[in-house]
T-cell receptor, first 113, second 114 residues
Framework: DQQVKQNSPSLSVQEGRISILNCDYTNSMFDYFLWYKKYPAEGPTFLISISSIKDKNEDGRFTVFLNKSAKHLSLHIVPSQPGDSAVYFC????????????FGTGTRLQVTL | EPEVTQTPSHQVTQMGQEVILRCVPISNHLYFYWYRQILGQKVEFLVSFYNNEISEKSEIFDDQFSVERPDGSNFTLKIRSTKLEDSAMYFCASIGLASYNEQFFGPGTRLTVL
């Protein structure tokens, strides 16, 4: 039951360029979406989020876009830096405060020099 | 900056043994969660806990699992009789008053069942 999908297991981007990570979901009851960054042997670190009533949220180098009709969201990182190399997880929350998160399978981003 | 802490960082146990994984959520947080990640797979929800009781649990969270908040600061996950397939990273998370949207995760406990 893959309600949240990240179809690209890995992505390699040159330093300074834009990284675009994609995420698709199937459950229309999701009302809040989050991106987490994870380094090996560490817990997921919250990066940025977006409510279903918005289509864009920006925080510094990170921007998340939400297309509700397509049930698709993306994370843009610009410019990409070597320290951004990590696994990025998309997560979605059902309507209701403090509901559980449903995670995608993750995309490993490698930013090369 | 406040953070969620977990102990131990790595636990090795024999199949059939009981293990207790410990978490200290961020002070004043109200909702607590356990998730796990089997190697190479996605992070999966196990259980959520609010007001001293389970608010939601997944099908993974069967009778072998239990959670407790024994003293107002610790939040524990107990596995009564571990199986090989319980080997995974276990993450604790919590949500606070300032925002009900972002769950803050601990560094995880790697459980290895032999």
């Amino acid at each position: 039951d893959q309600q949240v999908k990240q179809n690209s297991p890995s992505l390699s981007v040159q330093e300074g360029r834009i990284s675009i990570l994609n995420c698709d979901y199937t459950n229309s009851m999701f009302d809040y979406f989050l991106w987490y960054k994870k380094y090996p042997a560490e817990g997921p670190t919250f990066l940025i989020s977006i409510s279903s009533i918005k289509d864009k949220n920006e925080d510094g180098r990170f921007t998340v876009f939400l297309n509700k009709s397509a049930k698709h969201l993306s994370l843009h990182i610009v410019p990409s830096q070597p320290g951004d190399s990590a696994v990025y997880f998309c997560a979605a929350r059902l309507i209701g405060t403090a509901s559980k998160l449903t995670f995608g399978t993750g995309t490993r981003l490698q930013v090369t020099l | 900056e406040p953070e969620v802490t977990q102990t131990p960082s790595h636990q090795v146990t024999q199949m059939g043994q009981e293990v207790i994984l410990r978490c200290v959520p961020i002070s004043n947080h109200l909702y607590f969660y356990w998730y796990r990640q089997i190697l190479g797979q996605k992070v999966e929800f196990l259980v959520s806990f609010y007001n001293n009781e389970i608010s939601e649990k997944s099908e993974i969270f069967d009778d072998q699992f239990s959670v407790e908040r024994p003293d107002g600061s610790n939040f524990t996950l107990k596995i009564r009789s571990t199986k090989l397939e319980d080997s995974a990273m276990y993450f604790c998370a919590s949500i606070g008053l300032a925002s009900y949207n972002e769950q803050f995760f601990g560094p995880g406990t790697r459980l290895t069942v032999l």
